[in-house]
């Protein structure tokens, strides 16, 4: 069992930064490709960000440019950096971690994302 705890989330004004934690339970770094992943009310949950055991990085569209997934394998911990956010970037933030190989998927239980004035 892989447990993941995020947090980071808050208020912050249209155009602000906030940085995201994902801090898993145990080394899982070099197993499992970890993703950010945000559901705004009334929407279905949506794929924001991963990095994968490879160090590939992929963005949704509506994110490039302005968010940055990180990650510190010696704290066992994965970073999402918002810069230029939106209103429309205001949801649940996840953190999810998948076995590359299984496909095992673990949630975190979110941190919620506010942008606004």
């Known amino acids: 069992q892989v447990q993941l705890v995020e947090s980071g989330g808050g208020l912050v004004q249209p155009g602000g930064s906030l940085t995201l934690s994902c801090a898993a339970s145990?080394?899982?770094?070099?197993?499992?490709?970890i993703g950010w992943y945000r559901q705004a009310p009334g929407k279905e949950r949506e794929f924001v960000a991963v990095?994968?055991?490879?160090?590939?990085?992929v963005y949704e569209d509506s994110v490039k440019g302005r968010f940055t997934i990180s990650s510190d394998n010696a704290k066992n911990t994965v970073y999402l950096h918002m810069n230029s956010l939106k209103p429309e970037d205001t949801a649940v933030y996840y953190c999810r971690a998948e076995h590359m190989i299984f496909k095992t998927k673990y949630w975190g239980q979110g941190t919620q994302v506010t942008v606004s004035s």
């Open positions: 990095e994968t055991t490879y160090g590939v990085t």
């Open positions: 145990r080394i899982i770094a070099s197993n499992y490709n």
